[in-house]
């Protein structure tokens, strides 16, 4: 584990920029073999998943539509709150699609059990999973993503789109923030 903190005492690199980038491309590969060449609707859950979404899209090539969802269930705070809610629908159906929904962290499982739910209400041909981070050590519900890029310690994670009130987003590395 680095000791490199950006400056910011609060918190410490778990997963350095090049180790998630390697990972990206082979997370492409795998997602690619399964779902074969053909267009996928990547479902962006906002706003975690926002440069995630960014580099896999780019990552899997090929067709590929761009969708997102808002969600929120934290409210600023670092625990979840269990109350999963849609602030931003689907802007076009997914009826017939092979959708890809894209998660930065599962950690109680609350919402991604939720939006797979809510998108096979939609009619998709399929629904996979990917998130970049699993917490498994904090599930409250039976789920795993089908892909998943790193499993982690039941500790609160900042960067690469993962944010604490909004700051921290920017951070090209995922890190550990202890108070
Ligand atoms: P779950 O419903 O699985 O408990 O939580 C999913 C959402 O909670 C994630 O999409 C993310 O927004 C937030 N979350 C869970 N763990 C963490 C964490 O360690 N750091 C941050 N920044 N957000 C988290």
């Given at each position: 584990m680095s000791a490199i903190s950006h400056g910011d005492p609060n918190i410490r690199v778990l997963i350095p920029e090049e180790r998630i980038q390697a990972r990206v491309q082979e997370l492409a590969s795998e997602i690619r073999a399964e779902i074969g060449h053909g267009p996928i609707t990547c479902i962006g859950v906002l706003k975690g998943s926002f440069i995630f979404m960014a580099d896999l899209v780019r990552a899997l090539g090929g067709p590929v539509r761009c969708e997102f969802l808002g969600v929120s269930s934290?409210?600023?705070?670092?625990?979840?709150?269990g109350v999963v809610r849609i602030s931003e629908d689907l802007r076009h159906p997914i009826e017939g699609h092979h959708c890809l929904l894209v998660e930065d962290i599962v950690d109680t499982g609350l919402t991604m059990d939720y939006l797979r739910h809510f998108l096979e209400g939609r009619k998709p041909a399929s629904v996979r999973t990917v998130a970049l981070?699993?917490?498994?050590?904090?599930?409250?519900?039976e789920i795993t993503a089908d892909h998943v890029g790193f499993t982690i310690p039941d500790e609160f994670v900042v960067g690469y789109g993962l944010d604490l009130g909004e700051l921290y987003?920017?951070?090209p590395f995922i890190a550990v923030y202890t108070p």
């Open positions: 934290y409210h600023g705070g670092t625990r979840s709150t981070l699993d917490k498994p050590g904090h599930r409250e519900v987003r920017n951070l």
